[in-house]
């Protein structure tokens, strides 16, 4: 990804940021707070997360 296309993506994110109404915003963040935390991945990384996806891929 080139700097111009990062600036471009960042300048996006934060418009549709301003544009949603501070209700809903507040609404998203206390749904993402309430998402269940999958510690295995918090804890290290995606290496568990890859790990399964090779166990199913033999089976």
């Not at 206390?30 to 890859?50: C, D, N, R, T």
Request: hydrophobic share 30%; proline share 7%.
């Amino acid at each position: 990804m080139s700097g111009n296309d990062y600036v471009k993506y960042m300048t996006q994110q934060i418009v549709r940021y301003m544009d949603t109404p501070k209700p809903e915003r507040k609404k998203i963040k206390q749904e993402k707070k309430e998402e269940p935390i999958i510690y295995s991945s918090k804890w290290f990384g995606v290496l568990p997360f890859a790990f399964r996806l090779l166990l199913k891929k033999r089976k």
